[in-house]
């Protein structure tokens, strides 16, 4: 922004800002602009290559492009000409996007279900619908912002807990009285998987709702993909599950269940999906070719699951201290933002992409690279990955980053 302002060559026909406004980007983002990102924004790194080895998405079983899925879309656009562009709220059961609706929630074993524009939407909308200013909302310090924005949304008031830490939690819930608790099953910087067990009974224990995100264990865990919750059995006791399926389904939507006695007060109730237009029906029928995709996908999980640990050892032999996850996302910390910069930079000149995190992603001098692998990956791309984070690592120095030290005091005390 300051570097438009600057430049005697833009010129504008939009009328000036409010000096308000000017004051708080310079505040919250001319300074990192010029101090820290070097007039440079941070997400922008390198273009990728046709040689690069590509760790920055979220397609964990390398859906992408799959025959089936691809076919599903063109027959739809091909003779789907009744479709009418308008809110879900309008859509009855005899519709592809019920039916979908009903099939999924079936797959997770549940009731019912709602498909959103997107895991940010599901989580706002759900939550909205869900808590009121009467309920104590229970919140992992790591969960997702969507989830905060849900709560924010609810008028509730929500308390943190330390990050996959039940005792915690219960603590809180003694103090607050029942409510609703809100966990990611895997988190979605570091790869930590939820004591997901620990955590339900909490909520039993004190009669709380509890929510899981599963946006990061969805088509990756459990029976045929069911999730993290189906893995261990704990679906009959977890009230809402949500996902982005943005991640293992490789689309463009989010879901949240609700038992079905719920659905039309939820369809009444949460503003991102009434106020919003549903997804289109070739996009509803890659969803439900998915599903199926995903059933039989098996082998790509244990693919991912092969790579993950291969990964994750090789890390940590080497001194990254990726400690603090255990799953196909792996987050290399090295704290500030100009050494995160940096980390990516030279990952990037040795063809390895990976997704730069920073406040508010993350908090402040806590930014990361984020790896995430995917089934598709080739063991040539394993190896160039492993051999590129061996040859940085004396330069880097990842047993020096501030995590690491962290680690270090908290295990000499």
């Known amino acids: 922004m300051q570097a438009l302002r600057e430049n005697p060559a833009a010129v504008s026909t939009d009328p000036p800002i409010s000096a308000h406004l000017n004051r708080r980007i310079d505040r919250d983002f001319v300074t990192r602009w010029k101090s820290n990102w070097d007039e440079r924004f941070i997400m922008f790194g390198k273009t990728p290559g046709p040689n690069a080895v590509r760790l920055d998405g979220n397609d964990y079983l390398s859906l992408s492009g799959h025959p089936a899925i691809v076919q599903a879309q063109v027959d739809s656009l091909r003779t789907g000409n009744q479709a009418v562009i308008q809110s879900a709220?309008?859509?009855n059961d005899d519709t592809p996007t019920r039916r979908f609706e009903r099939d999924l929630a079936a797959f997770l074993g549940k009731t019912d279900g709602h498909l959103c524009q997107s895991g940010y939407c599901a989580n706002v909308g759900l939550l909205q619908a869900v808590a009121d200013p009467r309920t104590p909302v229970y919140v992992d310090?790591?969960?997702?912002?969507?989830?905060?924005?849900?709560?924010?949304?609810?008028?509730?008031?929500?308390?943190?807990?330390r990050h996959n830490d039940p005792e915690h939690l219960e603590r809180m819930v003694k103090r607050q009285g029942a409510g609703l608790v809100i966990i990611d099953s895997v988190y979605s910087t570091t790869g930590a998987m939820a004591p997901l067990t620990a955590m339900v009974?909490?909520?039993?224990?004190?009669?709380c709702m509890i929510l899981v995100d599963e946006s990061h264990s969805l088509a990756t865990h459990g029976p045929q993909g069911a999730g993290l919750c189906a893995e261990l059995e704990l679906t009959h006791r977890v009230h809402f599950i949500t996902a982005s399926l943005a991640k293992g389904f490789a689309g463009r939507a989010g879901f949240f269940t609700v038992p079905k006695e719920m659905k039309l007060y939820v369809m009444g109730e949460s503003f991102p999906n009434i106020f919003?237009?549903?997804?289109?029906?070739?996009?509803?029928?890659?969803?439900?070719?998915?599903?199926?995709?995903?059933?039989?996908?098996?082998?790509?999980?244990?693919?991912?699951?092969?790579?993950?640990?291969?990964?994750?050892?090789?890390?940590?032999?080497?001194?990254?201290?990726?400690?603090?996850?255990?799953?196909?996302?792996?987050?290399?910390?090295?704290?500030?933002?100009?050494?995160t910069i940096a980390l990516r930079d030279a990952l990037e000149a040795h063809d390895v992409h990976g997704a730069l995190f920073c406040a508010p992603a993350t908090s402040r001098n806590r930014a990361l690279v984020r790896l995430t692998l995917q089934a598709g990956l080739t063991d040539a791309e394993i190896?160039?990955?492993?051999?590129?984070?061996?040859?940085?690592?004396?330069?880097?120095?990842?047993?020096?980053?501030?995590?690491?030290?962290?680690a270090k005091m908290t295990k000499e005390d």
Request: aromatic share 6%.
């Open 89 to 91: 709220v309008f859509m």
């Open 201 to 207: 009974s909490v909520a039993e224990r004190h009669n």
């Open 141 to 161: 310090t790591m969960a997702h912002t969507s989830l905060w924005e849900g709560v924010r949304a609810s008028g509730a008031t929500g308390y943190a807990f």
């Open 383 to 406: 190896e160039h990955v492993v051999a590129t984070t061996r040859a940085l690592a004396p330069k880097l120095k990842p047993w020096d980053w501030p995590i690491a030290r962290r």
């Open 276 to 339: 919003s237009s549903a997804l289109l029906p070739h996009e509803v029928a890659a969803l439900q070719a998915t599903l199926e995709v995903v059933k039989t996908s098996d082998d790509a999980r244990a693919r991912l699951r092969r790579h993950t640990r291969q990964m994750r050892s090789a890390l940590m032999e080497q001194g990254y201290p990726v400690f603090n996850g255990s799953q196909q996302i792996i987050a290399l910390e090295a704290g500030s933002e100009t050494d």
